[in-house]
């Protein structure tokens, strides 16, 4: 579940260098200095402190220091986008793709399709190079949902060579979409 994160400004001094650090439920923060601690607003996922030891290495790290106290967020894994596709550029993309393409039929107010769209995020990052994932607005695009007979939304289809080869309706497990995937790579 995703919080909210407040900003922090830690200024810049000689004697103070300040890192992330995760903790548990505590909402205090230890400053390092003459700075006496101080307590946050009911969060408890970081904490301000001197230096950083990562466990795994035994190095110490003091980033924000050299970046002039900003809280930088540096992903881990590059994030694969699944693209929108609309009427103006569903042929191309999908239709006239080199290689199996996966469609999701979702619209905004749809609690289902919210369900499936990590699950779809996954699949374009476990196929990638071998399986195009794209995703239609159905209240953006409606000519292109009533062309494929789209009455239920989240339906996950699977075009290859221009041609619809399965569909999905519902928000259904990662496992049955992978075996429907699998079918037409």
């Not at 001094?13 to 006496?36: E, N, Q, W, Y």
């Not at 103006?88 to 199996?100: G, I, S, T, Y």
Request: proline share 6%; hydrophobic share 40%; with cysteine.
């Amino acid at each position: 579940m995703a919080g909210v994160l407040e900003t922090l400004t830690v200024p810049r001094s000689s004697r103070f260098h300040a890192t992330l650090a995760p903790i548990g439920s505590s909402s205090v923060c230890a400053l390092s200095g003459d700075r006496k601690p101080v307590r946050l607003p009911g969060f408890g996922g970081l904490k301000i402190r001197s230096s950083y030891v990562n466990r795994s290495t035994g190095s110490v790290s003091q980033r924000l220091g050299r970046r002039g106290g900003r809280i930088v967020c540096e992903a881990q894994d590059t994030a694969v986008d699944v693209a929108p596709v609309t009427d103006a550029n569903w042929q191309p993309f999908v239709l006239e793709a080199d290689c199996a393409v996966l469609v999701e039929f979702w619209a905004p107010w749809c609690g289902p399709c919210r369900m499936i769209h990590p699950v779809i995020d996954e699949l374009a990052k476990q196929y990638l190079g071998k399986l195009k994932c794209y995703k239609v607005n159905t209240d953006e695009s409606p000519s292109i949902a009533t062309r494929y007979g789209i009455r239920s939304i989240p339906t996950v289809m699977i075009f290859k060579d221009g041609e619809k080869k399965d569909a999905v309706i519902g928000a259904v497990p990662k496992s049955t979409l992978t075996t429907s995937i699998e079918k037409f790579l």
